[in-house]
């Protein structure tokens, strides 16, 4: 009986993403039951040999002729089958390449570098120079082979430079005289591991041997006491004994040594380092209606997306638990998001000591060999709980059971770099192809997201209190246009701000102080002439850092010495305007002498694990005020703080962007939130040159419900989300007159008389609002669609067209669902 052919479509990884579609490989007897669906494979492509993944296997092929794969590489499957349907999702709704949305979900630190190794079949050097099939140069490589072992394509060609190479080693293979093996070069990242020691089998009488080797016996019977598998390390530490006794126990039979992995401690990296401590938890009636419906939809696998909106405060992190506990109890896995690292210890903390196992950890201060390490854990399923931001919606966790994105709405879950995916998005996504159960929280949902649920696509659930014994905080707004007329000056912190942080640290209570805004200054101005000293690479003003005296662009990162004069016309009159957290660091620390001030941004938090550092340093009352950027805003839990204050609610609120009033009335309210958390009631101060506007008003009486209504009747007359769908389409070019043909150009390939019966609007081509970063001009496209999604495959067309005739120095960046069109 003949045997059963088998095919593999696998999506070869090309560095250029534009070969985007499967190719079908036959599948050899001999890697039979070895190539399966998600398997690392090495194909013949071309000229040359490329990694490909597996996406589907078949018993028959459409195409009359194919090549064989040539072998599996480890480890085998890399790719579970939920993140390839991820994956190709994420290829078509991002407009992006399916083998580049793909090596999102491969493991941190791989290399995708082929390795070919060559040895010789034979060791019979006397037949081979017999051998009259041969010529010289064959029986050369032969030899050197024989002489050298196993040697890298790349070691012989060295010795073999020249171009005939290839041939010869080529015939060598068809005789049979050499063999080619591969693997993809090991990952930068790769395990820890040490040595360790296991027992032998052996005979009571051949304990007799050891007589007169005291400290023999002794790591003897320590092993035979404690088991075997013991690190080195370790067991000499225990046992007092030297490396010299254990060797000759091993040579005697008793023991033999051998590697082992050594897990990287990241709970402990995170400050988990204690039991839970407290009690029972008293659900609120709302809380217990919401454990009790997203609990159903775990019982049901019916694949439910929750929108959790609770306010500050609320307890959504209590329910976020008890439904991880219910998923647990059932067997099935747990994937919670957070936005920011600084929430990742928290959450950490809270789900390891509560539910009493340990956690995966995913975020991007871990390095790669820590992150490795959660991935292997993580695809061998010894964790069962993974928290991170939005890349650990690419872990390997298989029987996912609940999804949890905490703090749905904010921004940071977009990716900067194509593809361009959003993790709520794609969390959506992975929920409908597990059947999984998503629970989206937040206390400001995103538009989109309470556009879903109030249309019925998501199940609304509410927490409209406080846990018992807790206000909402007292918030009062200043007016710094008022307040600038009565005291005069530019003072960034008000007189009424002021006096309250002196009652708050008098009361031995903590404050937070918001501004997002880095830096000493926003900018240099010469009174003279008003020069403003601007970044080489970008249209935009430099930043002053006191500390080094330094000029610092916040989008390329150039740096240059502060002048003393003015570079235009040598004044000495050189005026700081406007002041970022430096400055308002500086003046804390002039007025309140005695109480630390910790300072969070990102300048403060690139080291390693320093959110962490300086945010436990907060919790444990080493800092009397945390002043910092966004990153301070959202979750975080402080009890002792009952003072929050606002330096400025304008930051983000008159930035060309729709979402302006949106991220603004998001922020205040979050950060208000951070106040009175604990049994002692707490304040907030917004300070604003724009006090009447409707975002900073509704976010100081903590009003959702009527901002969403004003926000979405301003989008729905515009024409923007949630009532279309956004595609920003960016060029960027070192020549502007480049990137403001690419954009004219693919304006026209679009078809203008056409677009309306697409349910396509096209607003551009114009220059970014940034129109110039890096040293690349910024044009930009945008292009909204109301139709049923068919219109994006006619966009996915002209791109793939423009991508093919596009000048080499161009680059189109398309970023689906913005987030900022800046």
Not at 619 to 629: K, N, P
């Amino acid at each position: 009986m003949p045997e059963v052919e088998e095919y593999a479509e696998v999506i070869v990884d090309l560095p250029s993403g534009h070969l985007d579609q499967s190719l079908t490989y036959r599948i050899p007897p001999s890697l039979k039951g070895e190539v399966k669906v998600g398997s690392m494979v090495l194909v013949p492509l071309l000229n040359r040999r490329s990694i490909g993944y597996v996406l589907e296997i078949s018993p028959s092929s459409s195409v009359p002729e194919v090549k064989e794969i040539i072998s599996v590489l480890p480890p085998n499957p890399i790719l579970r089958k939920h993140q390839i349907s991820l994956c190709r999702w994420m290829a078509e709704y991002y407009l992006s390449s399916f083998s580049r949305s793909l090596r999102l979900a491969l493991p941190p630190g791989r290399a995708r570098k082929i390795s070919e190794m060559i040895e010789l079949t034979t060791i019979d050097m006397d037949s081979i120079k017999a051998d009259v099939r041969l010529k010289e140069k064959h029986r050369q490589i032969l030899t050197h082979l024989s002489q050298m072992g196993r040697l890298t394509r790349s070691d012989l060609k060295k010795c073999f430079p020249d171009k005939s190479t290839d041939r010869y080693l080529r015939r060598l293979e068809e005789l049979g005289l050499i063999k080619r093996t591969f693997t993809v070069q090991e990952p930068r990242a790769e395990l820890l591991m040490e040595e360790a020691v296991y027992l032998q089998d052996y005979r009571l009488e051949d304990r007799a041997r050891l007589k007169g080797s005291r400290k023999q016996e002794e790591i003897l019977s320590f092993l035979e006491t404690h088991g075997d598998g013991i690190a080195i390390r370790e067991l000499l530490a225990l046992t007092g004994s030297s490396r010299s006794s254990l060797k000759r126990l091993v040579e005697k039979g008793f023991g033999h040594i051998s590697q082992v992995r050594v897990r990287r401690d990241i709970m402990s990296l995170h400050g988990v380092d204690e039991e839970w401590q407290g009690g029972k938890v008293a659900l609120t009636i709302e809380q217990a209606r919401a454990v009790e419906e997203i609990s159903a939809s775990l019982e049901k696998g019916d694949g439910q997306v929750f929108l959790l909106k609770g306010i500050t405060g609320s307890g959504k992190t209590e329910v976020y638990l008890r439904c991880a506990q219910k998923a647990l109890d059932q067997g099935r896995n747990v994937l919670i998001l957070v936005p920011e690292i600084s929430l990742t210890p928290q959450m950490i903390k809270f789900f390891s000591q509560r539910l009493g196992i340990e956690l995966g950890v995913f975020h991007s201060q871990l390095s790669p060999c820590e992150r490795y390490d959660q991935w292997v854990d993580i695809l061998n399923g010894k964790i069962k709980i993974v928290v991170g931001t939005r890349s650990a919606i690419f872990s390997p966790l298989n029987n996912l059971g609940l999804i949890v994105v905490d703090e749905e709405h904010d921004p940071s879950y977009k990716e900067s770099v194509m593809p361009r995916y959003h993790a709520r998005e794609a969390a959506v996504r992975l929920a409908k192809i597990l059947s999984a159960t998503l629970v989206l929280g937040s206390a400001t949902p995103a538009l989109e997201s309470m556009y879903k649920a109030r249309k019925g696509e998501y199940r609304l659930l509410s927490l409209s209190t406080r846990v018992p014994g807790r206000k909402l905080p007292q918030v009062s707004l200043i007016d710094l246009k008022q307040e600038k007329k009565e005291r005069g000056g530019s003072d960034l912190l008000s007189s009424a701000l002021l006096t309250e942080m002196s009652d708050c640290l008098g009361r031995g209570e903590q404050g937070i102080l918001f501004l997002n805004r880095r830096g000493f200054a926003n900018f240099l101005i010469c009174s003279r002439c008003g020069h403003v000293p601007k970044c080489r690479n970008c249209d935009i003003s430099l930043t002053f850092h006191k500390k080094d005296r330094l000029l610092v662009c916040h989008h390329c990162y150039w740096k240059e010495g502060a002048p003393d004069l003015c570079p235009a016309c040598r004044n000495i009159s050189l005026i700081l305007m406007g002041g970022g957290t430096q400055r308002v660091e500086e003046t804390l620390r002039k007025i309140f002498p005695h109480h630390r001030v910790i300072r969070m941004d990102a300048d403060t938090t690139r080291p390693k694990l320093a959110h962490f550092r300086l945010l436990e340093e907060f919790r444990q009352e080493r800092g009397a005020i945390l002043l910092g950027t966004q990153m301070i805003t959202k979750g975080l839990h402080f009890p002792n703080v009952t003072l929050v204050g606002v330096v400025s609610a304008d930051t983000a609120l008159n930035l060309p962007d729709f979402r302006a009033a949106e991220r603004t009335f998001q922020l205040l309210t979050q950060v208000s939130g951070r106040s009175g958390r604990g049994e002692k009631e707490g304040k907030v101060i917004v300070q604003s040159y724009n006090p009447t506007n409707y975002a900073v008003q509704l976010a100081v009486a903590q009003d959702y419900d009527s901002f969403y209504e004003e926000e979405v009747g301003k989008r729905d007359d515009l024409g923007y989300p949630p009532f279309s769908q956004i595609i920003n389409l960016i060029f960027l070019s070192k020549d502007r007159q480049v990137a403001e043909e690419g954009s004219t150009t693919l304006k026209k390939m679009l078809g203008g008389s056409r677009l309306a019966e697409k349910g396509l609007e096209i607003l551009g081509p114009a220059p970014c609002p940034l129109p110039r970063v890096k040293n690349f001009y910024r044009w930009h496209i945008i292009i909204k669609m109301k139709g049923d999604g068919q219109e994006k495959n006619f966009i996915r067309e002209v791109l793939s067209s423009f991508y093919r005739r596009k000048k080499e120095e161009l680059r189109l960046v398309v970023d689906v669902d913005p987030v900022w069109i800046m």
